[in-house]
């Protein structure tokens, strides 16, 4: 079954850089689009961004923009958000997650999530 | 941007109770209309996609119905497992956005 194992979580402090990774298993990663969404302590949940199948496509959050960028290798099965400047705002779980198809359709299977935490 | 809101933002019910949850968004999104749930300390979960299609796997109890920018939720017969907070998102355009939840608790 599909598994997603999110990994790279940690305390930063503002302004500072962080990559996370997620590792998927259990289906044909190559095949599938996948998608960032984070959720703030007590919050709900927002969207950060999604990547095609194939890398070709990429689309984020307003509040992400500019400040993230979603990645994959499928060689490796493993998809990647690197985050920088980051603000206090973007603490939060990050989950990643598939689509159903090749793009962007909906978002099916979630992994457990990793915890980011900004402080100074 | 789509703007999402849902109401009741929470409730209180028993177990059997039929619930309904309502999730609205600022513009039409023709069917592109999806449902989770999140229990606490765990992953969301598909429920609905397509507005009324059910994920394999979800118990029939759960449907899903509207069209347009009204949607709904309903459980037909609530069980003690379905206590959560439940999300509605939007895929019609990007970004994708979520409604800000509602949450089902023990009456």
């Known amino acids: 079954q599909v598994h997603l194992v999110e990994s790279g979580g940690a305390v930063v402090q503002p302004g500072r850089s962080l990559r996370l990774s997620c590792a998927a298993s259990g289906f044909i990663f190559r095949n599938f689009g996948m998608h960032w969404v984070r959720q703030a302590p007590g919050k709900g949940l927002e969207w950060v961004a999604v990547?095609?199948?194939?890398?070709?496509?990429?689309f984020y959050g307003d509040s992400v923009k500019g400040r993230f960028t979603i990645s994959r290798d499928n060689s490796k099965n493993t998809l990647y958000l690197q985050m920088n400047s980051l603000s206090l705002e973007d603490a939060a779980v990050y989950y990643c997650?598939?689509?159903?198809?090749?793009?962007?359709?909906?978002?099916?299977?979630w992994g457990q999530g990793t915890l980011v935490s900004v402080s100074s | 941007d789509i703007q999402m809101t849902q109401s009741p933002s929470s409730l209180s019910a028993s177990v059997g109770d039929r619930v309904t949850i309502t999730c609205r968004t600022s513009?039409?999104?023709?069917?592109?209309l999806n449902w989770y749930q999140q229990k606490p300390g765990e992953a969301p979960k598909l429920l609905i996609y397509d507005v009324s299609s059910l994920q394999s796997g979800v118990p029939s109890r759960f449907s899903g119905s509207g069209s347009g920018a009204d949607f709904t939720l309903t459980i037909s017969s609530l069980q003690p497992e379905d206590f959560a907070t439940y999300f509605c998102q939007q895929t019609f355009s990007f970004p994708f956005t979520f409604g800000p939840g509602s949450k089902v608790d023990i009456k």
């Open positions: 997650a598939t689509d159903r198809g090749v793009g962007a359709t909906f978002i099916e299977y």
């Open positions: 990547i095609w199948s194939d890398g070709s496509n990429e």
């Open positions: 513009q039409t999104i023709s069917g592109y």
